[in-house]
């Protein structure tokens, strides 16, 4: 597992900059607010959260880590954005969330301190962002408990990806910041289910999501070609 720090600092000065519109429900994070609710219900009904240790990687500001504490997870959040992070960490004290807390550490440091030390680990939107995304699945896996899930979402290297999420959500419909995704670190479902299965984890379902601009409407479904959401889970017991 890479020890040094995963991340590209092109891609964190690109978030820290949008860090005070992170829980601006109209602006340039409006969709992952708009998707928060498919992929929180996807998960509780994968793995029920009440009463689960939850971990989110690459939280951000923490639109999921917050939703997970809700749903009665104690959640913890972390990102290596100071700006974001103290975006999640105002918006936790404002919102009176109970159950939630955040820190800035790299899931392979994380894994290092704390392994097998959660329910849930989800990691959303940000395998894409990092210049070895392996790494972090392996990371993600030492951190799960055994029997423990992770749930990971990023997007499929298609054309239809490039259409969609760069030249339709960037370009034309303006729906998120242009140059906020690098087709060429675009993961096909095929790339990540290896990811897991190197690093130790079982796939058990994949979804598609995807959105409507004219209803400006998401939903989940079996098509995988643009945006995909991968559920896994660690054995319990390691084979003999």
């Known amino acids: 597992m890479n020890t040094t720090i995963n991340a590209d600092p092109a891609e964190l000065a690109k978030f820290s900059d949008l860090a005070h519109r992170w829980w601006d429900t109209e602006g340039e ?7 928060n609710p498919l992929r929180l219900a996807w998960i509780n009904g994968l793995c029920p959260l009440q ?15 917050d939703s997970l504490a809700r749903s009665g997870a104690m959640a913890t959040g972390i990102d290596l954005s100071t700006k974001a992070l103290r975006i999640a ?14 820190r800035e550490i ?11 030390s959660f329910d849930v680990v989800t990691c959303m939107e940000m395998l894409e962002h990092v210049p070895d ?10 951190l ?3 029997g423990g899930w992770v749930f990971f979402s990023t ?54 999501l995807s ?26 017991f390691l084979p003999a």
């Not at 995304?133 to 030492?142: D, E, K, N």
């Not at 959500?169 to 299965?197: D, Q, W």
């Not at 995988?224 to 896994?232: D, G, M, P, Q």
């Open 29 to 35: 994070f409006r969709p992952l607010h708009q998707i």
């Open 51 to 65: 009463g689960k240790t939850a971990l989110d990687v690459g939280c951000g500001g923490g639109i999921l880590t």
């Open 89 to 102: 960490q105002l918006h936790a004290m404002d919102a009176q969330t109970d159950n939630v807390q955040y």
């Open 106 to 116: 790299s899931a392979e440091a994380m894994a290092l301190e704390q392994p097998a």
């Open 133 to 142: 995304p392996a790494s972090v699945v392996q990371a993600c896996t030492t």
């Open 144 to 146: 799960v408990k055994p």
């Open 155 to 208: 997007l499929n290297r298609t054309p239809m990806s490039f259409l969609q999420a760069i030249i339709g959500a960037e370009y034309v419909l303006n729906m998120l910041p242009r140059g906020t995704h690098e087709f060429a670190k675009f993961i096909r479902p095929s790339e990540l289910a290896g990811f897991c299965r190197r690093a130790g984890l079982n796939v058990t379902q994949s979804r598609g």
């Open 211 to 236: 959105f409507n601009p004219i209803t400006q409407r998401y939903w989940l479904n079996s098509n995988t070609s643009v945006n995909y959401l991968l559920a896994t889970q660690k054995p319990a």
